[in-house]
């Protein structure tokens, strides 16, 4: 039996991204088609993506608009890979310019309850024929934004007589517990949801609403991004108050690592870069390098250690610390490049480093994919000293792109990396730095240990090496996605 499965979620590389969310809405799909599914994406019909959809055509009129006059479902695809895409057109809702989430303040828009209730609403109903031609058994929410699809799939069931399975079976994956969705509990009404679910059994999470509470109580399945993760987040220090549930939850809630896309991210066929090159044939590394201190108006200078970021700048990154730990890095001979947006605090921060040290530390605020490609291939290391973090692709990216990666131990960094201690270098495991307290002075010690294994470019290039050969792709990932499909229908 061929399996059908809907993914739900508010974001999709290369239409529409803040950050990993897209890159595995767009690559899991095409993974889970190539293991022979029947996969499809549900969007909101944000700018980007109505304007980046090829072949758009309209399917159905939705019934309900949470407010607004207007929703209708359309089918499109994905140029580049032809992945079937349904968005939902009400432009009253996501026609905006900028952020989808937030508006020109960086505050939460204040109809986000109805903007995503609508999402979630929309794949309840494809669940229910509303595209004739196609019906998914799976319906797969990623994040709170989608997290009513499940509560709106059991309301259908429970119309249909108290007996019935919902039209589809659910599965939840959670990429970051920290958004959790929350609204005042007089949004509940606007929701159309059966009054007895907003419940601590139900959407209610502490008086308010939740959305990405809905997600887990209601799903058949929980997954999160990697398996550490799917640990932490069942205790009190990383749960979110939402530890209990997912404690009591614990044989449904498994941990899946996220892959690479290896035709999005590979040195070898990159044209994003100054220079392709792979583990065979490093020469252009060094090409990329030199662009890259060249781009920032760093010192030219090939055996400078460049330290590399590319990353939201908000607390979950854990940059702050590197902003403490910067000046060694400076005082040792070593460059940084920063590329990121967020946080106006770490944002004038470093801003502020790079005023002080133009010649070794650079800063770009904003968001440009062109330029993450540039700065993983001409960086020799990639910073990712996160506190929480529940894969990260950027670490990912680092190990493909020969920098090698310096993370703390969380989440799927603590799944992905190993630390070059003497005892993983004699044994031939190491494939980057990791530190274990989230301190200043256990960042610094990581720092030391890179520069110490930079200047013994035999073992670099070993460990860099090492990187390079390991295989982060989405089929195996793809096929425990597969199994736990199985599992349900
Ligand atoms: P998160 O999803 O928490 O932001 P991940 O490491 O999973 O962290 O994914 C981040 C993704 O977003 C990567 O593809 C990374 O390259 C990209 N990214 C983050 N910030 C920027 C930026 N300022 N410009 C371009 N790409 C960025
Ligand atoms: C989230 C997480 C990140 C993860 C990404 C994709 O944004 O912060 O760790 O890699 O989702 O799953």
New binding site residues.
């Given amino acids: 039996m061929t399996i059908r499965v809907l993914h739900v979620a508010s974001e999709l590389?290369p239409l529409l991204?803040?950050?990993?969310?897209?890159?595995?809405t767009a690559a899991l799909p095409a993974a889970l088609i190539e293991l022979g599914a029947d996969a499809r994406v549900l969007l909101p019909g944000f700018a980007g993506v109505a304007a980046g959809l090829s072949e758009l055509r309209p399917i159905a009129r939705l019934e309900r608009g949470f407010g607004i006059s207007e929703a209708t479902l359309e089918l499109g695809r994905l140029p580049g890979n032809d992945l079937p895409v349904y968005m939902i057109r009400a432009d009253a809702f996501y026609a905006r310019p900028g952020n989808p989430y937030l508006d020109d303040e960086h505050v939460p828009y204040g109809d986000n309850a109805q903007r995503f209730a609508l999402l979630g609403w929309a794949a309840a109903q494809l669940a229910q024929h509303l595209d004739p031609d196609w019906a998914p058994h799976i319906v797969h929410a990623h994040d709170w934004h989608a997290g009513l699809a499940g509560a709106y799939l059991r309301a259908a069931a429970r119309e249909r007589g108290a007996a019935s399975a919902p039209p589809a079976r659910s599965v939840f994956t959670i990429?970051?517990l920290a958004y959790q969705g929350i609204f005042p509990a007089q949004q509940f009404g606007e929701l159309g949801l059966p009054p007895d679910f907003f419940d601590m059994h139900g959407v209610e999470f502490y008086g308010q609403l939740s959305f990405l509470k809905a997600g887990l109580f209601y799903a058949d399945k929980i997954t999160t991004?990697s398996p550490t993760y799917a640990r932490e987040i069942q205790t009190v220090a990383q749960g979110g108050g939402l530890e209990a549930l997912l404690k009591g939850r614990a044989h449904d809630l498994v941990g899946i690592l996220?892959g690479v896309d290896y035709r999005v991210?590979s040195p070898a066929a990159d044209a994003a870069i100054a220079a392709r090159y792979s583990v065979t044939r490093m020469s252009g590394k060094l090409r990329c390098k030199a662009a890259l201190q060249q781009r920032f108006n760093l010192t030219q200078k090939h055996d400078a250690p460049v330290f590399g970021v590319?990353?939201?700048?908000?607390e979950?990154?854990g940059l702050d610390l590197l902003l403490a730990a910067l000046p060694d890095i400076v005082s040792r001979g070593g460059q940084l490049v920063v590329?990121?947006?967020?946080d106006a605090s770490l944002e004038q921060g470093f801003a502020r480093a790079a005023r002080q040290h133009p010649e070794a530390v650079a800063v770009?605020?904003?968001?440009?994919?062109?330029?993450?490609?540039a700065i993983?291939a001409g960086a020799d290391v990639m910073m990712?000293p996160?506190r929480f973090?529940?894969?990260?692709?950027?670490?990912?990216?680092a190990l493909a792109y020969g920098a090698l990666p310096l993370v703390h131990r969380v989440g799927?960094l603590a799944d992905t990396v190993t630390d070059a201690s003497l005892e993983n270098l004699a044994d031939g495991t190491a494939t980057g730095f990791v530190f274990e307290r989230f301190e200043p002075d256990a960042l610094t010690a990581a720092i030391r240990r890179a520069f110490a294994l930079y200047a013994r470019s035999r073992d670099w290039r070993e460990t860099r090496a090492r990187g390079m050969r390991e295989d982060f792709g989405w089929a195996a990932s793809a096929q425990r996605y597969m199994a736990l499909y199985r599992e349900l229908v």
């Fill in positions: 590389y991204k803040t950050g990993g969310l897209a890159d595995v990429h970051n991004v996220n991210w590319v990353s939201r700048l908000t979950q990154k590329l990121g947006t967020g770009e605020l904003g968001f440009d994919e062109t330029l993450a490609h993983v990712v996160s973090e529940p894969c990260g692709l950027t670490q990912l990216y799927g």
